[in-house]
């Protein structure tokens, strides 16, 4: 399968994307820890099926430390030993919050206060607008037919920096 469209050749999505990647600048700059951003980043995009942000949130995670075994467990973060209850309630909220069409009241309340117990005020802003903004990427990659495979480590940083 190949790309339909591609969004790094257009004006118009060069423009969204350097606008998109300031919005990601936030997120990342926040005291929400880098490992939670990308486990995160990770757990949606399995959810939603794009390869492009699987590929790179993995690659993304193992160049900044990450073990092979916690990255091949995120698919079944519940049945793992290697989370902690913070990223435990980070993967729970990124998954109902991915999962919003399936769930019948969104994030729930047992989910939300797992959130507040282990993250303060600014990592739980980071972490909503992290939610919200991987799953806006995993649509635009998957309706365009975006391949995973070619990413490398820190090549959006350098191009929108």
């Not at 913070?86 to 919050?97: C, D, I």
């Not at 391949?147 to 820190?154: F, K």
């Amino acid at each position: 399968m190949d790309a339909r469209f591609n969004m790094f050749g257009n004006e118009i999505a060069a423009k969204f994307a350097q606008r998109f990647a300031s919005a990601s600048l936030v997120i990342q700059q926040s005291p929400l820890p880098k490992s939670t951003q990308e486990l995160v980043s990770l757990r949606a995009s399995q959810i939603n099926g794009c390869g492009w942000c699987i590929d790179m949130h993995t690659k993304e995670a193992a160049a900044a430390g990450e073990t092979p075994v916690r990255l091949h467990l995120v698919a079944a973060w519940r049945e793992a030993t290697v989370f902690t209850e913070a990223e435990q309630a980070a993967l729970a909220l990124a998954e109902e919050g991915t999962r919003l069409a399936d769930a019948h009241h969104g994030v729930s309340d047992q989910t939300w206060a797992q959130v507040r117990k282990h993250y303060d005020d600014d990592q739980i802003a980071a972490l909503v607008a992290l939610v919200a903004l991987i799953n806006a990427a995993n649509r635009l990659a998957v309706i365009v037919h975006q391949q995973g495979g070619s990413y490398e480590p820190g090549m959006f940083a350098a191009a929108f920096s």
